[in-house]
């Protein structure tokens, strides 16, 4: 059950890095930052999962 909630959170956050782009009222670095940030977490979600489904 938290290997679901895990790929549910993962993908989520993956949807949200593709489809909401962050609004223009922040400067670019800080939009940049944000969206490695972001897609670091999701990837770290994703490295878990499948450490979870190989281990």
Avoid: H, Q, W
Avoid at 3 to 15: E, H, N
Avoid at 17 to 38: E, N, Q, S, W, Y
């Amino acid at each position: 059950m938290g290997y679901f909630l895990l790929l549910i959170l993962s993908l989520a956050i993956m949807i949200f890095l593709i489809r909401v782009p962050l609004t223009d009222r922040f400067p670019p670095a800080i939009r940049k930052m944000g969206v490695i940030f972001l897609a670091l977490i999701s990837l770290v979600f994703l490295a878990l999962l499948i450490a979870s489904f190989i281990g």
